[in-house]
């Protein structure tokens, strides 16, 4: 149910998330080292592990990178230690420089790279399907459904490492991730984080020319002998469907198989119970290598084989290779799609045209029908918080720049990144960690207009300095934005280098991004507070006009990180207030500001309101407003730290002060 | 597959994944089995959130089809309209009694692209029409009379006990809320339960 359960050393069951579930499981058995950067969905990985490790003695570490945290966890597995890293799919890209040598030297200690996809985008630049890295780098690849196979493939995948020496890659997708269930915990068998010997277990771990080409042939060899060992691993099942219930042995006379991996297995037998059809599934958990001989064994006799798997036929192109006298269905046929997430109709629909049977239910039509009744709705779009520093540091830029299109605004990943999404839609480029610097090279030698970078503080850390390095040699003329709000904030505000704390909120280093610019030969860098609003407009135009790469540093920090550290340390939150009598209607506080906290009232000519309980109190509406109608409601108590104060209070206010007079 | 599908749907910040916690443990703590899927859009707060919840022996699927839902509960109106389309014919809507209009809907009023904001009523009639089964909860005023504020998330655990009578019992959905909440806020808590208990037959 939470992190109390993911250190509960009593064996029971417990309602977990699968992010919870593979910490515990890595937990249970015995993680020495862990390291992670965070990313859509699998940052409660490193959320839990950071909890965990006030408890239990393991080293963790919130790394730069994705391909830090793997290069860290498999040093860690060179002396022996068993150890775990996690990323997002695209976080995979990053790491898998390393990620492929890593398969030529092999890892003598138990290593496991937990991938996680996310199949429909749903916080996440494109949907890129993890499962190639298995197949291209050579490396054993597991794929659980639910949280109590991630539990059971976290520590199988330990001992695949080990007995293989190699590193072992665990495949999940969001709504893998994302699933809570019912899942047993075992016994927490940890032992002491312990220094070992280099000296006794010294090997080479080099990878070049000569030593590549004798590492290629080893890796092709531990593969042929995973694959042999695999073949008949449990975590492939067979299973039955009899158009009520799934079972463990069942009757020869299906006709349909199907063949499913991942969260689409779910999908597809409640499809099946709904379209009332028996079929007989193969359910794989072994996704590389492919267990070539069970799936020819399991599709004798079939007249159909349909292949379920989310994103690209990869399942699906081996199955076509391997049968030649079942006729297979899947994506090829056009039955499944390769975009987007699977759902139980999708699966539905494409069974039904398979066998004929006709669907139970008009999902689509009645989705239309019930939609309609939605149309009133305005969309609840994604905005920035209230009190995000960036809202007021984009509404600096903004003035600064004057009209949009003077600029190239080269954008990059993080909260930030909204600014492409309606209504703004303010971005001309983001594509991926650190892109906004090595796009605006290019733009700058090409575009008329000025080039601008926006990046936050965790991402230049991430991916973006090698582009400012290059930017500053090759004299390039473009003004870089970093937004320096301490935490990675979208992921939910972790640590980074630039923050003085480090993993599980011990005291680290903090590394400074002025220096850090400065040493790198940025000619002009301009420390901006975020919430300035007003000031920041001229700075900012300082910084454009200048010819070269000049630096905006904003500071301020992420408002629900900020907020939360004032509130535990005893503040209370003093929120702003419309001062009706002065409140015009010009609505500047509205006009591309998009704070949740403010709305406005038709009743009362349309003048502002400022909803008390979201207001957080950062008071940049107020510098914006020109008739100074906002103000702090701490300001007529001397600005000393006051409960939630409303409106009518504040007239009362006025009242006893008018009578005081 | 049978099964017991409750669609939980409101605006991030508002508790609704400690809402779903406090199901999917009152499910084992009464020995039900039970499954969820929760997905959180891009913004940490202010954002549409939904979660799944699936509780019965034969459920696998973390994602409930659209019409097949037995219940909607909305922590926001807005958002149980907007997600009407899981409900089953007939199945019952539950709703927190408040509309929070999102910064976008502002911009659009000032900007005169329409001319008023959604109204609540409105919203509701829209949940009627479609042939669900309206409940209401004020929950921030309840919340209140427990002395906690942000109980509203409990408030309507409280309701859906009712709702769900005979799917989990009232003592392990009390002893889950007991177990999620801070160890200070636990009376107001179980207050603001028993308020939301009693507010489902009103």
Known sequence: MSFKDVIDEEEREAYMLCNEAIVRAALEADVQLVSF???????????????????????????????????????????????????????????????????????????????ADDPHAHSSQSEQDGRWFGLTAYLPMLEPSTPREAMEMVKKGFELSEEFGTLVLIRTTTRVNHQSGIVPLGPMDRTPFEKVSWKDMKRPYTSVGELARKG?????????????????????????????????????????????????HSYTVEALSRLELSAKILKLGVINPLPEEVIKKFCEGLDKVVVVEELSPYIEDVVRRLVKDVDVYGKRTGHLSEALEYDIPAVIQGLSEITGVEEPFDYKEHCRKMKKYAEILPQRLPVFCAGCPHRATFWALRRAVGDPDKVFFANDIGCYSMMCLPPIQWSDTLLCMGASMGVAAGVQYAAEEKTIAVIGDSTLFHAGLPGVVNLVHNEDDVTIFVLDNAVTAMTGQQSHPGNPKKAGGREGKKVDIRPVLEGIGVEKIYDISSYEVKDNVDTIKEALAHQGVSAVISHGECALYHFRNYRHAGGELVPYFIDLNKCESVHACVLNFMCPAISV????????????????????????????????????????????????????????????? | ??????????????????????????????????????????????????????????????????????????????????????????????????????????????????????????????????????????????????????????????ALCSALEGVIPRDSLIQAVKGTVPEKAVESNVEAFELGVDAYGD
């Open chain 2, 1 to 158: 597959m049978k099964g017991t599908n409750i669609i939980l749907c409101g605006i991030g910040g508002e508790g609704l994944v400690m809402l779903s916690n406090v199901i999917g443990e009152a499910c084992r703590l009464a020995g039900k089995n039970v499954i969820s899927g929760e997905m959180h859009g891009l913004a940490q707060r202010s954002g549409s959130v939904i979660v799944h919840m699936r509780i019965g022996e034969e459920v696998l699927s973390p994602l409930i089809p659209p019409g097949e839902a037995d219940m909607i509960v909305a922590l926001e109106a807005m958002e149980a309209l907007r997600y009407l389309y899981y409900l089953k014919p007939g199945g019952v809507v539950l709703t927190n009694k408040r509309l929070v209009h999102p910064p976008g809907e502002t911009h659009d009023l000032v900007m005169k692209k329409i001319d008023k904001y959604v109204e609540y009523d409105e919203v509701v009639e829209a949940i009627k029409e479609a042939g669900a089964e309206l409940r209401e909860v004020n929950a921030l005023s309840l919340a209140k009379k427990a002395g906690e504020v942000r109980a509203q998330n409990v408030v309507m655990v409280g």
């Open chain 1, 37 to 115: 950067y965070p990313g859509a969905p699998q940052t409660e990985i490193l959320d839990n592990f950071e909890r965990a490790s006030n408890k239990y003695d393991l080293r963790i570490e919130v790394a730069a990178n994705e391909k830090v945290a793997l290069e860290t966890v498999a040093g860690g597995a060179m002396l022996g230690k068993r150890s775990l890293t996690s990323m997002k799919s695209v976080g995979t890209n990053v790491a898998s420089d390393a990620l492929y040598t890593l398969a030529y030297t092999g890892l003598d200690g138990g290593c496991l790279c937990l991938i």
């Open chain 1, 216 to 264: 290629k042939k080893e890796m092709l060899e531990r593969m042929e002998n995973i694959r042999e060992k695999m073949a008949d691993s449990s975590l492939n099942r067979i299973e039955y469907f009899d158009g009520k219930k799934l079972m463990d042995e069942g009757g020869s006379e299906e006709e349909l198989g199907v063949i499913t991996a991942g969260v689409a």
């Open chain 1, 601 to 661: 009232m038709p009743e009362e000519d349309g003048k502002a309101r400022i909803h008390q309980d979201i207001c957080v109190g950062c008071g940049v509406c107020s510098k914006l407003c020109p008739k100074g109608a906002i103000k702090s409601t701490a300001t007529m108590y001397g600005g000393d730290d006051k409960p939630v104060l409303t409106v009518e209070d504040y007239e009362k206010y006025q009242e006893k002060k008018e009578a005081e007079k």
